[in-house]
């Protein structure tokens, strides 16, 4: 079945460092790529999404590609902030078995040192 | 405000005890969700209703019981739990099209602790 794959954490970076998060997946059709971010104490908020190959979101300073080539949905960005610490879901949603199944990966905790 | 609102925040109960979890939200949506977060594991998606009719149900052991009884508020019946069932419980929603872009708005959560 579907599923995702991100790296493990917790990553830990000084202020200003260069973010990656890897993630890839595993998706039968054509699937709609996400990432969540969870902030400590709240629920799961939406941070970007691309909805086709080769697709790039991007929101707050984060880039994710969708590389269709890779099957991944790699989280970028240039420099980070103490208050971008939070875990970090990637998911898909697949056209195949229906929109209201997103499947998520298990989270990567980012702790930003100023 | 996330439109999503969940109590309560913490529980705590034992495995012979009845407790419920209760989701609002207030943004119009159509449909409503149930996942369970655990430490170091995927999110697991529980249950789905989309117009208060489940179409989404996990396996997911009888010893939680969901209820819809309206398209703003979802409920999850707890009884006769266990110890790994601890976890935080997310509830959210969505508009309800069934598309594969759809987003999600999730609530803060009910940390949940069985004794």
């Known amino acids: 079945g579907d599923s995702v794959t991100q790296m493990e954490g917790p990553v830990t970076l000084s202020e200003e460092a260069f973010l990656t998060i890897n993630c890839t997946y595993t998706?039968?059709?054509?699937?709609?790529l996400f990432w969540y971010v969870q902030y400590p104490g709240e629920g799961l908020q939406l941070l970007l999404k691309?909805?086709?190959?080769?697709d790039k979101g991007s929101n707050k300073g984060f880039e994710a590609t969708y590389r269709k080539e890779t099957t991944s949905f790699h989280l970028e960005k240039g420099s980070v902030q103490v208050s971008d610490s939070a875990v970090y879901f990637c998911?898909?949603?697949?056209?195949?078995?229906?929109?209201?199944?997103?499947?998520f990966g298990a989270g990567t905790r980012l702790f930003v040192k100023a | 405000e996330t439109g999503v609102t969940q109590t309560p925040r913490h529980l705590v109960m034992g495995m012979t005890n009845k407790k419920s979890l209760k989701c609002e939200q207030h943004?119009?949506?159509?449909?409503m969700y149930w996942y369970k977060q655990s430490a170091k594991k995927p999110l697991e998606l529980m249950f789905v209703?989309?117009?208060?009719?489940?179409?989404e149900n996990n396996s997911v052991p009888s010893r939680f019981s969901p209820e819809c009884p309206n398209s703003s508020h979802l409920f999850l019946h707890l009884h006769t739990l266990q110890p790994e069932d601890s976890a935080l419980y997310l509830c959210?929603?969505?508009?309800?099209?069934?598309?594969?872009?759809?987003?999600?708005?999730f609530g803060s959560g009910t940390q949940l602790s069985v004794l």
């Open positions: 998911a898909l949603s697949d056209g195949n078995t229906g929109g209201f199944k997103t499947i």
């Open positions: 943004l119009g949506h159509n449909a």
């Open positions: 959210a929603s969505s508009q309800g099209g069934g598309t594969s872009n759809e987003k999600l708005f």
């Open positions: 998706a039968t059709g054509y699937p709609s």
């Open positions: 691309a909805t086709k190959a080769d």
């Open positions: 209703y989309s117009l208060e009719e489940r179409v």
